[in-house]
């Protein structure tokens, strides 16, 4: 099984650059872990969700931002199976290493680019897929910047806990099984399959963060009154 053998190759992993600050990798960390959950909190909007989740920015901003959007949009394509047609050359290099995970692990898709919608916990968000690699069945993620970071778990645990799959008439379906998380981090030079960890314990710390971030937007919005003064003064 695929999930017993990625426990195996976790040794064998190429390490991220960690040569960053401590303050810069630690503010990455925090920005990273908050963009996970301020894009999947959502309003009761459905339809308005969707549009919005559909057209959400990525994590990087300017060119690289515009190359992972546009890298995101040929994946999309790939997944369905279809042919993306002529691609720009400034994300070539890209796209080929994505071709290239496509052509070694042959995933099965059952799902792309789906909206994950919870209504116990008021959150959704956008999957780029769910796919079955050797047997396991992944929720899995695209990621073209630099580097992966250990808050893309909460994301991907939030798509795999999610209560339904939102289409955009409203109708709703099941979300798949899920035994397996991935990131297939693509840059021009090639790409890596990257397992991550999935679970109870780290939806926890999930929605944790959507209290924090409820506290952030709502709760504390007037919990200060004004400054009081003795009736003697």
Not at 107 to 117: A, H, I, L, R
């Given at each position: ?9 976790l ?16 503010e ?39 190359i992972?959007?546009?890298?995101h ?64 069945q ?14 893309t ?43 991550v ?37």
């Amino acid at each position: 099984m695929l999930q017993i053998r990625w426990s195996l190759r976790l040794s064998q992993l190429p390490m991220y650059d960690t040569r960053m600050s401590v303050p810069s990798r630690a503010e990455a960390a925090l920005a990273s872990a908050w963009s996970a959950v301020v894009n999947l909190v959502t309003s009761d909007n459905r339809s308005g969700a969707i549009d919005l989740l559909k057209r959400a920015p990525g994590r990087s901003s300017g060119a690289a931002a515009d190359i992972g959007t546009q890298v995101h949009a040929v994946a999309e394509v790939l997944n369905r199976g279809e042919d993306p047609g002529l691609v720009h050359p400034d994300i070539e290099p890209w796209v080929n290493s994505y071709r290239q995970f496509l052509d070694d692990w042959q995933p099965s898709f059952s799902e792309v680019e789906s909206t994950v919608w919870s209504d116990a916990h008021q959150y959704a968000g956008t999957a780029d897929g769910f796919c079955s690699i050797d047997g396991d069945q992944l929720v899995m993620d695209l990621k073209s910047g630099k580097g992966v970071y250990e808050e893309t778990s909460l994301q991907l645990t939030a798509y795999a806990f999610g209560d339904y799959l939102l289409s955009p008439d409203g109708t709703e379906r099941p979300i798949p099984p899920v035994t397996a998380a991935a990131v297939v981090h693509v840059r021009p030079e090639g790409y890596e399959l990257v397992p991550v960890r999935i679970g109870e314990d780290i939806f926890e710390v999930f929605k944790s963060l959507l209290t924090v971030h409820q506290w952030d937007s709502e709760t504390k919005r007037g919990v200060l009154g004004a400054s009081l003064k003795p009736d003697n003064k």
